[in-house]
């Protein structure tokens, strides 16, 4: 085990994950909900919990236990949603993001998480955490429902930033590989690029440079690339991992949360029309309850944001408490694994061999 | 009734649709089984069919009194999915594509379909059929299912044009609330701007650009603004229309018609799970083919060019014969509406307002 743990009050052998109690649509009641739904499965994570220190005490002493495995750190301001993240990195040394992201800076805790303005996470993170040397635009890797055998497939980037030119998508598909390969215990991944046509000759200039790139470094990274595919492989089976700008990726996510919803919507409906049909529902109850979870976006809840000195997992601005548990779960997995450490090194060969040139680079054999 | 009709063999006071039998992945049977379910529940149908004559010959011929209906239109030659739309331009006069374009252009027919190579298809429409003055990109209006009371939203561009700028993006507001207006009979279409964020200071610079231009010119086109709208908006109920890039556009649609397919097989798999809910599935079946019927992308099939003098409809490629019979009936609404004539007085009347000062095109009062 890699992850870091310490020996605070929350701590005790425990790995810390530090966790922004506010700025998320429901409210901290939300995350302390969802902090404790994981506390009670998983008795080897501790929480340092940011915000105002009356409210979270009132809330962390209503759950039963909750207080010793919690510590509190006062932060008495909050980033809203319709803060600037411009304005916020100035100003914003007093607020619980600021100071959840300061608990992984000093080393309290391994990974931290947020339901917060995504924009102001990411500008924030950047500037406390610091990029990875050769690093121009960190990413969010989200998850997709799909049927590989994973179960669910990454994208990058869902919406750090709304450009990236060839070399950022290129950076981003040696990022996505190795979360897949640490994530998933995919030994090669099979990286996608998102376009609107799969023919090599369609799509923006940059898409073409950047299928180039990202070819040429496919063998020495240990990956598989499957060349452009379309917005139908984001939940396919065609690839892994699916490379893409963070305004299509942004914009393809919220397409997939709407379409998933209105199916729902319109299942529910289904059920309701006829007596022989709510009956129907009755009987499948545990079979449609499955596969709800399974497409859930709460479930895969979290986003990660790669290229960074530490681990940051975004949560839904608007998720609940199970959305809450799993981006905490997520969180934890990623300390165990040791990623921040694997995904740095990868990183680091990959600068070093962009300094070579391209036929010695291809020739330095496998490394991970 | 604003369609034209023709007293040829297929005519005899019918209103003709122009089809290209060939370049759907499904080849022609499919869509000779398509125009022959269309034929069968509209009898004021008549088809000129574009085509190697031989083969559709036989084709047709197998299907009861469709011969009577079809007038066959020989071309020797297929566009490909794979051929680039600069070389078809060039070299295409002997395809099917061509001719089905040609009997729109020569006024046989009102409205032209085909399954083939979206971009063979546009770049041909528009050196055949021209755009109308004051276009300078023309848009691929395509339909997502909502739960609006007309069922369906409007989203333009669906993949014409893998760019829009301002300018363009506010001549999609204006052609799509043409559309909605004569398609869907609303008085007054909710237009959004397809955006990573609903915040106005979010997302690239063309798109604030297109936003100030839109909102300018809501008032005169009779159309409500809404501002900025997300990817789950597009299957939403927070607008009737939907405007974006043909990329993005592009992405956002297949992107939905994956999840829709994810869903649904994992929806077939949780009902064969257990014996009970295979009997569960029993019982909801009429219900559940309800709901089929009403996310099925084949049942919205057709996607709509805007901008040209005369109208194009461009099924799915994969269309199978229920998808083909969906796009000609969309063909025919249109034909029997006189949406050409239309959107074209539209287009037209905001050019004018374009010359204007901003502040007397906004004093012109309302025009349709």
């Avoid at 919690?70 to 411009?86: G, L, Y």
């Avoid at 989200?142 to 919406?159: R, T």
């Avoid at 790669?306 to 601005?317: F, P, Q």
Wanted: hydrophobic share 40%; charged share 25%; net charge positive.
């Amino acid at each position: 085990m890699t992850a870091l743990t310490n020996h605070s009050k929350a701590g005790a052998g425990r790995t810390i994950i530090s966790v922004d109690a506010m700025g998320g649509d429901q409210g901290p009641a939300t995350v302390v909900a969802g902090i404790y739904a994981s506390a009670r499965k998983n008795p080897d994570i501790g929480f340092i919990l940011h915000g105002p220190r009356d409210e979270l005490e009132r809330l962390v002493t209503k759950r039963k236990g909750l207080a010793a495995r919690c510590e509190i750190r006062h932060a008495p301001e909050t980033v809203t949603m319709q803060d600037k993240p411009s304005h916020v990195v100035r100003h914003g040394r007093d607020t619980s993001m600021w100071s959840a992201l300061e608990s992984v800076r000093n080393g309290e805790a391994t990974v931290c998480v947020s339901c917060g303005n995504t924009g102001a996470l990411m500008l924030m993170s950047v500037m406390r955490l610091r990029k990875l040397p050769g690093i121009f635009r960190p990413a969010i890797a989200v998850m997709w429902p799909s049927q590989n055998p994973q179960k669910h497939n990454i994208m990058l980037d869902g919406g750090a930033d709304i450009r990236a030119d060839a070399k950022d998508l290129m950076q981003y598909a040696l990022m996505g590989a190795s979360y897949a390969r640490n994530g998933f215990g995919l030994a090669r991944p099979r990286i996608g690029l998102l376009n609107v046509g799969t023919e090599e000759h369609k799509g923006r200039a940059e898409l073409k440079e950047a299928y180039d790139l990202i070819a040429a470094n496919a063998r020495v990274a240990n990956f598989e690339f499957v060349g452009f595919v379309e917005g139908r492989d984001l939940p396919g089976t065609r690839c892994d991992v699916i490379v893409t700008d963070g305004f299509t990726g942004n914009v393809a996510l919220k397409t997939g949360e709407g379409i998933a919803k209105l199916i729902s919507d319109l299942l529910r409906e289904a059920f309701q029309y006829t007596p022989l049909s709510r009956l129907a529902s009755l009987l499948a109850y545990t079979s449609l309850r499955r596969l709800k979870k399974r497409v859930d976006p709460r479930r895969a809840n979290g986003g990660v944001f790669l290229g960074l000195n530490g681990t940051v997992v975004k949560s839904h601005g608007a998720a609940d408490a199970t959305g809450v548990s799993s981006a905490i779960k997520l969180a934890f997995e990623l300390a165990q694994s040791g990623f921040s450490a694997k995904l740095a090194a990868r990183v680091a060969s990959a600068a070093l061999l962009d300094q070579d040139t391209p036929t010695e680079a291809q020739s330095n054999g496998e490394t991970e």
